[in-house]
């Protein structure tokens, strides 16, 4: 199947050409044909399956048929509501770049920063808006947005949207919105509360299941070490020294966790950044943009901060901490893995964290693959240990110098002093 055979638009075939997009993913191949032809979706995808597009296509190639030519002042037809900053950041740039050879506006608003930028932006004229839920309800309430004109209505990570408390938001939007129109709705998990949620929006809509989250478990190499909590920077340190990671998103419990990380990190000499609520939005998007270039190859995350990043080539992804939640340990190492490449997710499991294990192990119906080799190993915890399969060492190591230097070998981007910037860029 290819995207021509979807029925796409040439404005829309020539941008996913120059992306290189060579064929449309199975939620995309699945979900333009039923969008194509105005029915309502249920999908239950997660981030890093190309979902943005399945619905950022349709809406745009709707938008972009002669008859919608805005005639006057633009007005809003389509709103997509997303649970984060970075999340609604992400979209809106995905519809400017499947837009690019359209004649359609797109604006993002979200909290935390001030208003102004995004109510001149406003007062210019969308045909798309991007938000999360906090400053569209703000902005609603100033006049500042009408939803009068909605056609398109996409809710998406909705049980995100649950787990932080956007219901009663969710569902004042809902209120608002035109009866005539078309709701997309998009969840990772489809527990019974989303579905009820999905039935205030949805009329009669088609389902689409893709990639279900052990899938993409199944693609990225899991390794476990035991130690104790005191000794989990030594040990990540030295897996930094031994493993060469490219790039590597550490997962922290918590926003204080996340920022001691760094800052013990940046004691041994090696450059990080935390993104996490507590973070300014500023520092949030520099962070994640010096990452995304391979300015900066540790980024430590939460859960919330974390999801939906869209990095290409991750190829770590360390559990500095173990979640207590199940579900996040498939989403953190969906992180990496995706695309079809190949990652690998390191845990680091402490005497507290044993609880955490035995749900996650049995979450993805399999035992993580334990490394016994390691000098931080805490043996207490690797006797209790009900792992049948051994492994001794890691994959990936040794690589014999932890730092090479000199100008033939590879650069050093662990150092205070960058010797030189990669110029990778994703997206
Ligand atoms: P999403 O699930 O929307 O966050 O998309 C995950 C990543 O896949 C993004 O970096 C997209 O640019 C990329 N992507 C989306 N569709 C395709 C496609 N058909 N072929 C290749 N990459 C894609």
Redesign the pocket.
Known sequence: MTFKELGLIPAILRTLEE?G?????PI?QQSIPILLKGRDLLGCAQ???????AFAIPIIQHLSAPHNEPAGRRKIKALIITPTRELAT?IAD?FTVYGKYTNLKNTVIFGGVKQRAQVDALRKGVDILVATPGRLLDLINQRKISLRDIEYFVLDEADQMLDMGFIHDIKKVIAMLPKQRQSLFFSATMHPKIVTLSKQILGNPERVTVQPEQTTAEKVEQSLYFVTKGNKIKLLIYLLQMNHMDSVLVFSRTKHGANKIVKLLDREGFRSAAIHGNKSQTARELALNNFKKGDLKILVATDIAARGI?I?ELSYVVNYDLPNVPESYVHRIGRTG??GSSGMAISFCDAAERAYLRDIEKLIAKKITVVHEHPYINDGLESESLQPERKHGHKRRPKPAAKPKGSGGRKNYWNKKKTGGSSRSS?
């Open positions: 992306q997009y060579k064929k449309p993913t995309q981030t890093g399956t190309g979902k943005t597009a992400q995905s869209d290409d995706r695309a997206n």
